[in-house]
């Protein structure tokens, strides 16, 4: 007989951790800036990794060695992920497929790094838009719209596990 664990169920105000809401909060700020903000712009338009020659000709009168610094500074922050020269994941978007894809509309399709990010595309962009993925549960398929409101009716019943994050975890994970 497995033994029994317990789960502790608790409420949103009972998981904030200050500590890592002012980490949010810089985030947040951070995500402001003009590159990130086309990085971002960039994996909406077009899927797939993101050379970063292509980052420095966006922007022709700042230097390259400037905009070098802050490319390798985004991803310091883990705010995106360059491997070999290109960015592959700019939160909330993965240049390859994930579990979690995101439709938009005219049926572009995109991936999110996880749950979390695939809702967060709908409101970010403030556009209805479809996500799908599976039940890690039963492995049954999950499709609903979500808005910039959030999930649609679709989603009723669909739950998003959210675990505490330990101090080693905060760099992406790269295994996407």
Same mark, same amino acid.
């Given at each position: 007989?497995?033994?029994?664990?317990?789960?502790?169920?608790? *409420? $949103?105000?009972?998981? @904030?951790? +200050?500590?890592?809401?002012? %980490?949010? #909060?810089?985030?947040?700020?951070?995500? /402001?800036?003009?590159?990130?903000?086309?990085?971002?712009?960039?994996?909406?338009?077009?899927?797939?990794?993101?050379?970063?020659?292509?980052?420095?000709?966006?922007?022709?009168?700042?230097?390259?060695?400037?905009?070098?610094?802050?490319?390798?500074?985004?991803?310091?922050?883990?705010?995106?992920?360059?491997?070999?020269?290109?960015?592959?994941?700019?939160?909330?978007?993965?240049?390859?497929? *994930? $579990?979690?894809?995101? @439709?938009? +509309?005219?049926?572009?399709? %995109?991936? #999110?790094?996880?749950?979390?990010?695939? /809702?967060?595309?709908?409101?970010?962009?403030?556009?209805?838009?479809?996500?799908?993925?599976?039940?890690?549960?039963?492995?049954?398929?999950?499709?609903?719209?979500?808005?910039?409101?959030?999930?649609?009716?679709?989603?009723?019943?669909?739950?998003?596990?959210?675990?505490?994050?330990?101090?080693?975890?905060?760099?992406?994970?790269?295994?996407?």
């Amino acid at each position: 007989m497995r033994p029994r664990v317990a789960l502790e169920i608790k *409420t $949103a105000e009972e998981l @904030v951790d +200050p500590e890592l809401e002012a %980490r949010w #909060a810089t985030r947040r700020a951070e995500r /402001l800036d003009a590159v990130f903000q086309r990085i971002l712009r960039r994996f909406v338009e077009r899927e797939g990794a993101i050379p970063i020659d292509e980052i420095v000709a966006w922007f022709p009168d700042r230097p390259r060695d400037g905009l070098l610094e802050e490319v390798a500074g985004l991803d310091e922050r883990d705010l995106i992920l360059v491997r070999e020269g290109r960015v592959e994941l700019a939160y909330p978007f993965a240049a390859v497929p *994930t $579990a979690f894809a995101v @439709v938009l +509309p005219g049926g572009r399709r %995109r991936y #999110a790094c996880c749950a979390i990010d695939a /809702l967060g595309v709908a409101a970010m962009l403030g556009q209805c838009m479809e996500i799908r993925s599976r039940c890690h549960h039963c492995g049954g398929p999950l499709e609903f719209e979500a808005d910039a409101e959030g999930p649609g009716p679709g989603a009723d019943g669909v739950m998003v596990w959210v675990g505490k994050r330990g101090e080693i975890d905060r760099k992406v994970f790269t295994s996407l």
